[in-house]
């Protein structure tokens, strides 16, 4: 007996089969599947006649292709191209329909989850031109070869974000999927940019998946590109231009108001957030809690920590696969391969104490811990190298109210360290690194040599008032400068669009909030 994926895989090569059984069955049927845009559905209309409305008052503006793949960013993809429309910009919205990132699907239901899609985003036309990448034929099937290995390199992010590992070998079933889909969705993306050159390429992210890619072949071919992301803050917006967005390059941000002094409400603003931080509370339209224990003092965990009176070296980790870890490398080749050496290191220096905060979103994760890296590189840990697993209820603050010397690949722990005057030696590459207050060794000789200066004299070591203040300053700017004021976060995107509905973010009192922003998300020259 033949079954149902068998018939829908001899379907889906015939032509038009998959388009007649949606013409003659699917568009009268309830659509049920795990691709859906049925948050954008029942708000795309209105917010299409608002937007229409507006740019009949308003000057053509640029020619701007935003892409997305995944039903989540498509919605949020749509709902921008709409905005971006009613400002005036012609919008290109192409997109790929896929429900998921790591799991296969048939061929039959990637064409249907296709004509749903361009099903329900036809009622954004005329404001947007909706493009499914899956529809554009490539003119070559073979890409330049640094785009062969932007591919490459974004399949591997893509496998060790999925399974939460560092070493890829590349035979893994998750990276040959990403493979596939990432070099198609080049080749077509490259086709259609070439034959139509936008003013402004938009990609969500930029460094992972479909995204990512899309984004490579926007650079390789120099077209002016924007990448966005969203932080902790509700109204808020990460983007860069020209740029990975999660790489969080604040250069230009730091070059040109670094110098500037806190006065009294923006030192307040920076302490009130800090503060709720270390009490493991939410603070404004910060949406995060970043500790679950409340904070018992530094005493307190020092004894809880068997810890004596000799000095405390903090080593904080990140969770694998995060895209802040992803191409971070500077010396060492991968996190795993930083902390086997440091612990290997700190195994033979009993004149100080190592604790090693394993970051506690390992609890939510399934790959690999830094709780057995650790162990696989030592045989037996010594009674001074303490090691905090991720469940174990300790605030890292308070930790920090014992720390002499700490030791970061990218968590923004370093920088947190730095602004209580605590040294810092960071070993990926981080926002913060090279700003002044930190120690940023490029070569495995640098970061031991470093070490072995920091411990000669811990006292020494602490930071200077100034570089206190430069630490204090530039977390200003990247929590409350940095992200740009929006109306919509990726998360909370249902109750946003309702609270801040089209019509509101068009007009005077919504350009007033975020019209800079969008006119930087249009290709205006971000300025800070």
């Known amino acids: 007996m033949v079954d149902r994926r068998s018939v829908k895989r001899i379907l889906a090569q015939l032509p038009y089969t998959v388009e007649l059984y949606w013409h003659l069955v699917q568009r009268h049927k309830p659509w049920q599947a795990h691709f859906s845009l049925d948050l954008l559905e029942p708000v795309l209309p209105d917010a299409v006649r608002h937007a229409e409305a507006h740019a009949r008052r308003v000057s053509p503006g640029a020619n701007i292709f935003i892409f997305a793949s995944l039903h989540f960013w498509i919605e949020y993809a749509a709902l921008l191209g709409v905005a971006l429309a009613g400002q005036g910009h012609q919008v290109t919205l192409a997109f790929l329909p896929y429900a998921t990132w790591d799991k296969p699907v048939e061929k039959f239901d990637l064409r249907r989850q296709n004509l749903y899609a361009r099903q329900v985003l036809s009622i954004a036309r005329p404001l947007l031109q909706v493009q499914s990448l899956l529809d554009v034929s490539p003119f070559s099937k073979v890409l330049p070869p640094e785009l062969e290995a932007a591919v490459d390199e974004v399949s591997v ?105 806190l006065d009294e409400h923006k030192f307040q603003q920076l302490k009130d957030l800090y503060a709720a931080r270390v009490e493991a509370k939410t603070w404004k339209n910060f949406t995060r809690q970043w500790q679950e ?102 605030n890292t603050y308070d930790i920090l109210d014992i720390t002499d010397l700490g030791l970061v690949y990218s968590t923004t722990v370093g920088l947190e360290m730095s602004m209580r005057g605590i040294p810092v030696i960071v070993a990926g590459q981080t926002h913060y690194r090279n700003r002044g207050f930190t120690s940023d060794p490029t070569t495995w000789e640098m970061y031991f040599s470093t070490l072995d200066e920091k411990l000669a004299d811990l006292d020494s070591a602490q930071l200077t008032q100034e570089q206190v203040e430069l630490a204090w300053r530039y977390a200003y700017l990247f929590f409350f400068v940095y992200p740009k ?18 019509d509101f973010v068009l007009s005077e009192e919504g350009k007033a909030r975020y019209g800079e922003t969008f006119d930087y998300l249009a290709g205006k020259p971000l300025e800070w």
């Not at 904080?316 to 930083?338: H, I, P, Y």
């Not at 004021?485 to 089209?502: S, V």
């Open 293 to 394: 224990t409340p904070t018992e003092g530094g005493e307190s965990v020092r004894k809880k920590l068997e810890l004596d009176d000799r000095p405390v070296i903090l080593l904080a980790t990140n969770v694998l696969g995060d895209s802040l870890t992803l191409g971070r490398q500077v010396f060492s080749k991968s996190m795993a391969e930083w902390i086997e050496k440091t612990v290997r290191y700190f195994a033979e220096r009993q004149d100080v104490q190592l604790v090693i905060r394993v970051h506690p979103g390992e609890v939510l994760t399934h790959g690999t811990s830094m709780v057995d890296v650790i162990k696989a590189a030592l045989e037996e840990i010594p009674d001074h190298i303490r090691m905090v697993e991720p469940e174990e209820k300790i």
């Open 157 to 261: 992010f893509d496998a060790q974000y999925t399974l939460q590992v560092e070493d890829i070998s590349r035979e893994e079933s998750v990276y040959e999927l990403r493979y596939e889909r990432n070099r198609e969705a080049a080749l077509n993306a490259r086709a259609w940019l070439m034959a139509h050159k936008p003013d402004v390429v938009i990609v969500p992210n930029g460094t992972i998946q479909e995204m990512g890619v899309v984004y490579r072949v926007a650079r390789h071919l120099n077209l002016p590109t924007v990448t966005f992301e969203f932080s902790d803050q509700r109204e808020r917006i990460w983007l860069a231009q020209d740029s990975e967005i999660m790489r969080h390059d604040t250069g230009d941000l730091w070059a040109v108001r670094g110098h500037e002094p």
């Open 485 to 502: 004021p929006f109306p919509w976060h990726l998360l909370d995107l249902k109750e946003d669009i309702q609270t801040r509905p089209m």
